[in-house]
């Protein structure tokens, strides 16, 4: 079982830019794919951003252009780097491993996905 320890979220006014951390420790799962995910108030949890072990990237269209995801396979870092931030992007963003990547583009957690704790963005007018 890993642990995810998330670092990085905050206040920032629209426009404003921040960048997420996220150090795993402990066994992450076998998929190798890891992403971030986020929960608005009174809304779903959503997909982000995704990664594989080979740092192919995948986003959900309303942050495409604005995020960007990376690892550091290394450092078992995983970042997000979150530019031209809006009010809609307020959410607590939880970091996971073991997210199922389906070779179709596909991505979500299951039962078998690990998540860390989350950090809250929060993004004023």
């Known amino acids: 079982q890993a642990q995810l320890l998330e670092s990085g979220g905050g206040s920032v006014q629209a426009g404003g830019s921040l960048r997420l951390s996220c150090a795993a420790s402990?066994?992450?799962?076998?998929?190798?794919?890891m992403g971030w995910f986020r929960r608005a108030p009174r809304m779903a949890r959503a997909g982000v951003a995704v990664?594989?072990?080979?740092?192919?990237?995948r986003y959900a269209d309303s942050v495409r252009g604005r995020f960007s995801i990376s690892r550091d396979n290394d450092k078992n870092t995983l970042y997000l780097q979150m530019n031209s931030l809006q009010p809609e992007d307020t959410a607590t963003y939880y970091c996971?491993?073991?997210?199922?990547?389906?070779?179709?583009?596909?991505?979500?957690?299951?039962?078998?996905?690990?998540w860390g704790q989350g950090t809250q963005v929060t993004v004023s007018s």
């Open positions: 402990g066994y992450t799962g076998s998929r190798g794919c």
């Open positions: 996971a491993a073991n997210v199922v990547c389906q070779p179709a583009g596909a991505w979500y957690g299951d039962a078998l996905t690990q």
């Open positions: 990664i594989d072990r080979d740092g192919n990237a």
